[in-house]
């Protein structure tokens, strides 16, 4: 006899406790693993088995434990491996298990109870279903009876219809629906005759909701060049192996990456193992997923983050028995369960969205993925244009094998960039968001036929709205940012809650009427592109996008020349690839380099080169336009060459000269609360217990800094404030915290390697 532990599986922050439960005679199988139904505090809940424990010696400790009350379906739903890397996360993210146990199950609670009751209504007992619900659609089934009538013939002259439809049936595998008898020629209304008749038996038949399924031959196969075929050769010998060796795989822009991707792919699918590619965000990648549709046909699983619950729960189905062999997906897919996985792809890896930085826990896929492979065996490709630095100092370190892809299959040269002085412009009294250069750039490109695509990182028609006479700036507010003019809507929008309010009359401060609008968003951009001849323009951005696959429906038109320019936010910069794109223009190149954020230029550096290597994919070069008031910044002219090496090597230097990662480990602690001062005093609370450690000569090399207002100080109503913890190693520091009153505070997040520290 045993009992249980089980972590609670309930949407409360900080439930680091497990809970012991008796296991009853009926529910001996249950090990860890499994997911049950518990009472607590006077609910049934769902829980998580984490482990099987010696029930208690105590006959007063042993009265008190409560029962596990039901098992969910017929296996546990955690196999070692992701039990291993759900304890792996809550360590690593400081988060309590459950917490990282949830992310494992598809619906966040999934259980509902039916009453039983006898006749005269009294209850007899709960019966717990999972609220996944299978989708299932009537079929038919050949029976003992349909078979002999069909040897025998007996319906061959009456019923002629009924005969035909028993020989499709005796061909089936198993039951045929409705609709694949129909496509065979068979009505409803003979089949549902023949099971009248007794010759074929009704039964119900469970389909996948998976709108990508559709049925191919592999498709296009090019030829690689010899850099693809070395690398496909040495992660398809780790594939072999099957000893967790992890790859980057760095290309530049337009190198073919994605043949890589799909040799591999096609390798571990023959060799009887399940693929885990993961990508950025499945909208923008449309053109990726087709491909991988065209070689591996219904054998793919597509989980994006719009699935409703039933899908998202097919989709699991479908990798958990391997009736599926390959799954692309968004970050949330790397909790998927697997039959045999084998190889895990993570496309665009230095991508800020693999890591959630806005819910807990706030793990990074890519490193969920890293723990999954080394439990599993399975090899792990990372690739990228632009790698993250701390891939890249791996690979340097030789923790990981750098495999290089340094040109473009067809020959093409990568596009010559140009830099157009902004400050010149306003000298010659242009004052256009668009350079007199880019402009002509723009009507040649139309007039030859040819796409440009413009970048503009900022939303809205003017960014910011302010009085003449006080300078009074509009803030949303809930929030501390500025309010953002929209045209079409003639109304000021926070990009940060949604928030709108009517175009002010007048100065909220002094009354003045002269208020100006400032700054340059997409919209006003896309005005003034719509004034150049022969220029037909299409906006995406979040305003424009808004609909359920709006993205992909916005890149199809325009590679299908609805248009010939493209304006948007940095979406227009990633993963498409449109041949006839010659031209790229880059308003406010230099927007994001003065953030103060260590990773600033990291960042800029890796949009300016994947936003440049949009052009000149085709036969024709490509041309770039950067636009800048800030000509000599230095990262701005290592974008121009497009020399990611150079770049990371410096950028390297810099970060080991300040102590910032890959040299040092960070945590980002962020208080929120709706009272500024006991927001800031629960962070300097945090900040005076790690000082007092020190004192005591703990966490020698731990560095603090803050606690200071985050860059958007408040948000929702809600204000923040930040510290941040640096030290070659944080494990210690991290364990003084789980130990500490601290561990529980709601309003308390902790942000393990932070994308973002302002
Ligand atoms: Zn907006
Ligand atoms: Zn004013
Ligand atoms: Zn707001």
Redesign the pocket.
Known sequence: MFAVNVAINLPVKNLFRQFTYSVPEALQFIDSGWRVVIPFSGQKVEGFVVERVSLPSDEVLKSKLKPVEAALGDTPWFDKEMLATAKWMADYYMCSLAEAMRLFVPGKSSIKRRAVRDAQGRLLYYVYNERLQEKTVLAYRINAAGRQALAEGTLAKRAKGQHAALGVLAQAAGALSVSELAQQGVSSAVARALAQNGLADAVQKRVLRNSYNTEQERGESLQLTAEQQDAAVKINQAIDAQRAQSFLLQGITGSGKTEVYLRAAAHAVDAGWQVLMLVPEIALTAQLVKRFQAWFGSEIAVAHSKLSQNERGDVWYRMRTGKARVLIGVRSAVFAPFEKLGLVIVDEEHEGSYKEEDHRPHYNARDVARTRCRLTGAALVLGSATPDLCTYYKALQGECTHLHLTSRPNGAALPKVEIVDMRKELEARNFSVLSRALQQALVMTAAAGEQAIVLLNR??YSTFVMCRDCGQTITCPHCAVAM?Y?KKNEDL?C?YCGNTMPLPQECPNCHSRRIKYFGS?TQKAEEQLQQLPEVRVLRM???STVAKFAHADILRRFADGAANVLIGTQMVAKGHDIPNVTLVGVLAADSTLHLPDYRASERAFSLLTQAAGRAGRGDRPGHVIFQTYDPDNPILQLAVTQDYDTFAKRELQERKNYFYPPFAQMLKLQVVDKDEGAGLVLAQQVVFYLQSLKLQGKLEDLLIAGPFPSLVAKAYDLYRFNVLLKAQDLKETKEALLNSEFKEKANLYFNVDPVSVI
Do not use: L, M, T
Request: aromatic share 0%; charged share 40%.
């Open positions: 939303r809205g953002v929209h929008r990009h968003g951005d979040q305003d």
